[in-house]
C-alpha cells in the first residue's frame, strides 16, 4: 500500500506541474514530425565549378552530367585553375574539376590521363563526399573507355531496399528521445524536492528507501512507453514506416533503457544540491552516452580506447538492438546479448539509486 500512495503522489506532483505534461507531450510529437526531414546525412547542394580545357563534346556532356546531378549545384566554368581555387578559397565554392587539354582524345588513344579534383576541406564531410560523387560521375561514364573506369559493382540491398533514410533516423530518434525525456525529468525530481522542501516529509516518514525508489522510477517507465508508442504511430503514419520485428521487443528495449537511464538521473539527483547543478551533471554525461554510442557515427570506427566505453554504454546497446528489430527483424536470437547487458547495467544504475538516497538529510 506504500508503493500505492507514493505513487499516486508522483503522478499528482507531475500532473499539476504546468510545464511536464505538454513537454512530454509534445517533445516526441515535435521531434518525430521535424527531424526526419532535416537530419539527413546525405550530403546535397554540393557547390562545382569546372576548368574545362578540353573544350571537346566529351567535356561538355560531362559537365551537363554534373549540372543534371541532385548533389551538386553548378556554378558554372571558370578560365583557369587559379580562378576556381580562390573561389575555393573565398569559401564559393566546394569542389573544382580541371578537365585537362586532349583528355578525351588521350582516352580514345587507350592512354591514361587524369582528372584533377580540388576540394574545400575545411568542411572535411562535403569535400570528401564531393570528392566521391564526382569520382562516380566521371567512372560511370558510358562513353569511357577505360577498363579500370568501367568496372562496376553489382549491390544487393537486403535491408531498406528502398534506401529511405528515414528508416534509419526512427530508432535513432526514438533512442535520442527515451534519452532526453527519462534522463532529465528524474534527474530534476530529488532535488526539486530539496529546493521545496518537501524531502523532509519523505525522510521522517517508516518508507524504506527502495519503496521510494522505486515510486520514482515507475512513472518515468510510463512514460517510456507513452514515447515508444507516439514515436512509432508517428513514423507509421507521417512516413509509412513500421517495424520488420516484433513491437514487444522495441517495448522491452525501450523500458530497460528507461530502467538504466531514469536510475542514473535519480542518482545523479540524489548528489545535487540544486536543479542548476543536476541539470550540468546530467549534460555533462548524455553528451557522452549520445555521442559514443554509433547514433551518429560507426562505433567501429573510433579509436580503440574510445571503442571499449561502448561496452559500459547503455545507449550502444539500445541503439544497435532497435535497430536489429525495427530495420532487419531480428528477434531474441539476435538481440540476447544486447538484453543481458541493458538488463545487467539498469539493475546496478537501480541498485546505486537506492544506496546512494540518504533519508538522513
Not at 563526399?129 to 562513353?143: F, R
Not at 538504466?260 to 546530467?282: H, R, Y
Not at 561502448?310 to 531480428?330: E, K, L, Q, S
Request: charged share 15%; proline share 5%; glycine share 6%.
Amino acid at each position: 500500500m506504500t508503493i500505492k500512495y507514493l505513487l499516486q503522489k508522483e503522478f499528482l506532483q507531475i500532473i499539476r506541474n504546468p510545464f511536464l505534461p505538454k513537454l512530454i507531450i509534445v517533445f516526441p510529437i515535435m521531434i518525430m514530425c521535424v527531424i526526419p526531414w532535416v537530419m539527413n546525412m546525405e550530403v546535397k547542394n554540393i557547390v562545382v565549378r569546372v576548368v574545362d580545357q578540353d573544350h571537346s563534346s566529351y567535356s561538355q556532356q560531362l559537365v551537363h552530367r554534373l549540372e543534371a546531378s541532385r548533389y551538386f549545384r553548378f556554378a558554372g566554368c571558370s578560365a583557369t585553375y587559379e580562378e576556381a581555387l580562390s573561389e575555393i578559397r573565398r569559401g564559393h565554392t566546394d569542389v573544382a574539376l580541371l578537365i585537362p587539354s586532349g583528355y578525351h582524345r588521350d582516352l580514345q588513344r587507350g592512354e591514361h590521363p587524369q582528372l584533377f579534383i580540388a576540394a574545400n576541406a575545411v568542411n572535411g564531410t562535403k569535400g570528401a563526399m564531393g570528392n566521391a560523387y564526382l569520382t562516380s560521375i566521371v567512372s560511370e561514364d558510358p562513353a569511357n573507355p577505360l577498363p579500370s573506369l568501367q568496372q562496376k559493382a553489382s549491390t544487393l540491398v537486403l535491408y531498406n531496399k528502398h534506401q529511405d533514410y528515414k528508416l534509419f533516423m526512427v530508432p535513432a530518434l526514438l533512442a535520442l528521445v527515451m534519452l532526453l525525456m527519462t534522463g532529465f525529468l528524474p534527474t530534476l525530481n530529488i532535488v526539486g524536492e530539496k529546493e521545496a522542501g518537501t524531502i523532509e516529509q519523505i525522510n521522517v516518514t517508516p518508507v524504506s528507501k527502495g519503496a521510494f525508489i522505486l515510486a520514482k522510477l515507475i512513472p518515468y517507465w510510463l512514460i517510456a512507453f507513452f514515447v515508444a508508442t507516439v514515436c512509432l504511430l508517428l513514423a507509421k503514419a507521417l512516413y509509412g514506416l513500421s517495424s520488420v520485428g516484433s513491437v514487444a521487443w522495441i517495448y522491452l528495449l525501450a523500458m530497460l533503457l528507461a530502467l538504466f537511464v531514469s536510475s542514473f538521473g535519480l542518482t545523479i539527483s540524489n548528489f545535487s544540491s540544486n536543479m542548476q547543478q543536476a541539470v550540468f551533471v546530467m549534460w555533462f554525461f548524455i553528451v557522452f552516452l549520445m555521442l559514443l554510442s554509433g547514433l551518429f557515427t560507426p562505433v567501429r570506427s573510433m579509436p580503440m580506447w574510445a571503442y571499449a566505453t561502448t561496452y559500459i554504454n547503455p545507449m550502444h546497446y539500445f541503439i544497435d538492438a532497435i535497430r536489429t528489430v525495427y530495420i532487419r527483424g531480428g528477434g531474441f536470437r539476435e538481440i540476447y546479448p544486447h538484453l543481458i547487458a541493458l538488463s545487467l547495467l539498469g539493475s546496478t544504475m537501480s541498485l546505486c539509486a537506492v544506496t546512494t538516497y540518504r533519508k538522513n538529510e
